[in-house]
């Protein structure tokens, strides 16, 4: 069944179609990757599903409920949580202050004394239990994308839209890093979109695939299909 | 901080004041007293502008709201002070409630600009409207007691002012201020993780917006006069001067700085217009070389002096 669906999504800035016309379907309980050439329009399309832009035209159905152009906190009540691909940490408040934030607006409110026990086992999670108290403004870039994917598992999406988490990790980093979304799917029954560039990654974790190219679908399929089609080569690679 | 040690510091710091007027002259006294009404519009306006990130010019607006609904309603109609001050808190609060429903889903420098405008129609309403106002002239109150007793305002200041702290700190460290701090620091971020983010804004906004309502409200019922001074953008950038140089976004940083800026105000008083000179350097000073006012300069030393082994705590931790 189809968790998440969009049809004919346009979305323009000034002169600049970003999207044009993108239908697409995520599964409930698979792993999705979304993957083009930059500019192609991976993040503004993270962007109208979340909330945080309106799409010109078309609709999102989330669960078979039209959620078009509903604000980002509802729809992160309803079970969509985003990373940021330039990341946006609470700078100035601690890493279980982060996670407090999600904790205390999710689908389930906790009260302060509860999301004070609740918010050390996210940071856990990423592996950053040992940081609970540092202000996230003083953690490094991966620190701080690990911390994203902490504050959105904390809402406790149904949906978990990552962009770009990979981004400076090395590949043994990464292959630890593809395991830990997997198992995250696994355990908490997750399905996960994803944007990533690092293709390796994307090809061995995602059962199906994306492709955008300059606003336009181009094509989607299993990893296999979608690295041997010609179409996805020239976009990358050009004429 | 926690609220046992909240509640460490404030319960000797109130007795402490308690004994002031035994110590203290008439005019001492009043300088207090003063200082007390500038602590509670510096603390509130530091929850709007520092925990939040909205600045707001109306905040002395609200506090004028406060004191001439008040005002009025004792002379035209007879009211009871007392029910006067608590009428001039809700008048405030629901005039915060409207203008923050109307402007802060703009934020930034357009909020800044229609709280600059709200606060200078009301200037120009109370100067106008001379039958009800009084205008420039001000506006004769009668006092809270039957017979006036600055040592009895002091006690009714100082009981606000421990109200208005208490308030501000518990709002601060629950949910609500976890909110606050979170919209202020990324409101993008903060609406991916389901925060309202216009909600949140106007609750800072409305609450603030009563606090100085209510702050204006015994003000202008100490002073006996009302006057368009205590709505004046005067008033309003004396306020601000305190919470930054005091220290935004901390606070004890208000409370610090109300009463330094007051107290320091009546030793320069007698250079006249000179004074607001001074204080324009102070702010710029404190600016360049302490921007998080006199408590980042005191909590700074007291991280660095702290840092180095905390850092290496958590990075082995980690």
Not at chain 1, 95 to 117: F, I, K, S, T
Not at chain 1, 193 to 202: C, K, R, S, T, Y
Request: charged share 15%.
């Amino acid at each position: 069944m189809a968790l998440l669906e969009g049809h004919g999504l346009t979305r323009r800035f000034g002169g600049v179609t970003a999207l044009d016309a993108v239908s697409f379907t995520v599964e409930e309980g698979t792993i999705v990757g979304l993957i083009g050439p930059n500019g192609a329009g991976k993040t503004t399309l993270f962007n109208l599903v979340a909330g945080a832009l309106k799409p010109g035209a078309g609709r999102i159905l989330f669960e078979g409920q039209d959620i078009t152009g509903r604000p980002a906190n509802e729809l992160c009540r309803r079970g969509i949580a985003r990373t940021f691909q330039v990341t946006r940490p609470f700078a100035a408040m601690t890493c279980l202050e982060n996670v407090g934030v999600a904790l205390v607006n999710g689908p389930a409110p906790q009260d302060r004394a509860l999301w004070r026990q609740t918010a050390p086992r996210y940071l856990e999670m990423v592996g950053m239990g040992g940081l609970a108290d540092t202000p996230a403004g003083s953690l490094n870039v991966i620190q701080k994308k690990r911390l994203e994917i902490a504050r959105s598992l904390a809402t406790r999406p149904k949906l978990l839209m990552l962009d770009e988490v990979l981004g400076g990790l090395n590949s043994q980093e990464i292959l630890q890093a593809v395991d830990f979304i997997r198992k995250l799917r696994d355990e908490h029954r997750l399905t996960v979109f994803w944007i990533e560039h690092v293709m390796g990654a994307i090809m061995s974790a995602a059962e199906k695939v994306i492709v955008l190219d300059q606003g336009r679908h181009l094509m989607e399929g299993t990893p296999e299909e979608v690295v041997k089609d010609s179409r996805v080569i020239q976009a990358y690679l050009g004429e | 901080m926690t609220d046992k040690r909240f509640y460490q510091v404030l319960v000797p710091a109130v007795v402490l004041f308690s004994f002031l007027p035994f110590g203290l002259g008439s005019y001492h006294l009043h300088v207090v007293i003063v200082s007390l009404f500038y602590l509670m519009m510096a603390s509130s306006w530091n929850l709007l502008a520092g925990y939040t990130g909205q600045v707001s010019f109306a905040h002395a607006a609200f506090a004028g709201i406060g004191a001439y609904a008040s005002g009025i309603l004792a002379v035209r109609f007879g009211l009871n002070p007392w029910i006067g001050v608590v009428v001039g808190t809700l008048m405030a609060a629901l005039l915060g409630l409207a203008v923050g429903v109307l402007c802060l889903r703009m934020g930034g420098i357009y909020l800044s600009l229609t709280t600059l405008g709200f606060s200078e129609i009301l200037r120009i309403i109370i100067t106008n409207e001379y039958e009800v106002t009084r205008g420039t002239m001000g506006l004769q109150v009668p006092g809270l007691f039957a017979e006036y007793s600055k040592v009895g305002y002091f006690y009714v200041m100082l009981g606000a002012a421990v109200l208005t702290l208490i308030i501000i700190y518990r709002l601060i460290h629950s949910n609500i201020g976890l909110n606050f701090r979170a919209v202020q620091n990324d409101e993008r971020a903060a609406a991916s993780l389901g925060v309202d983010v216009v909600r949140v804004r106007v609750l800072a906004f409305t609450v603030s917006s009563a606090l100085a309502g209510m702050a204006g409200g015994l003000y202008g019922h100490y002073l006996l006069l009302i006057t368009p001074e205590i709505p004046s953008l005067d008033q309003q950038f004396l306020v601000l001067s305190m919470t930054v140089i005091g220290g935004m976004g901390s606070f004890p940083g208000p409370i610090i700085g109300a009463f330094s800026l007051e107290i320091l105000s009546e030793y320069i008083r007698a250079y006249g217009e000179y004074h607001v000179l001074v204080f324009g350097l102070i702010a710029l000073v404190a600016a360049r070389f302490a921007p998080n006012g006199l408590m980042g300069l005191a909590t700074g030393r007291l991280m660095r002096r702290r840092a180095p082994e905390k850092t290496v705590a958590a990075a082995a931790k980690s």
